[in-house]
């Protein structure tokens, strides 16, 4: 099992209107969704197309994802994940304290919106390091296929 397997997998058995509503929206049988989603079937496999399609109709981004992470190398060091988690921690604590100092005197002025929503910006950047390093990381190893 892979990143890709999971990534299909969550995606079909996740979908919260069910599988038989998945397979009638993507035009095939539960059981031929089941089957091409279960990463143990030597068999069944998913089209580009039909991809695309599960990703589209399920609203996940984790199969192209998981997709690129097919296609290169990253060398990880040992914290990466450490250091990714304590930027978030930062860029939140950061966004907190503006807020705070903007509402102090019940006053949100438009430079004091625009500083927050800088920070949030920059809270979403360092969640998507992360998540892109938890993406990359192989527990095993530090030379990671992703």
Known sequence: MNQLDLAIYD?????????QELADLM???????????????????FSPQQLKLLQKTTKT???????????SKKIVGNNSITTSIL??????????????????????T???????LKLTNEIRKTVDE????????DINSKIVNI
Request: with cysteine; proline share 1%.
């Open 11 to 19: 995606a079909v058995h996740d979908f919260p209107e069910g599988t």
């Open 27 to 45: 035009g095939m049988s539960r059981q031929i969704l089941l089957n091409k989603a279960n990463f143990n079937t030597e068999n069944a496999y």
């Open 61 to 71: 981004h984790s199969i192209n994802d998981a997709l690129v992470a097919y296609q």
């Open 87 to 108: 930027n978030v921690v930062d860029s939140v604590g950061k966004a907190a304290h503006e807020v705070n100092k903007s509402v102090e005197d019940g006053i949100v």
């Open 110 to 116: 438009e430079r004091e919106k625009a500083d927050c």
């Open 130 to 137: 992360l998540d892109r390093d938890l993406h990359t990381t």
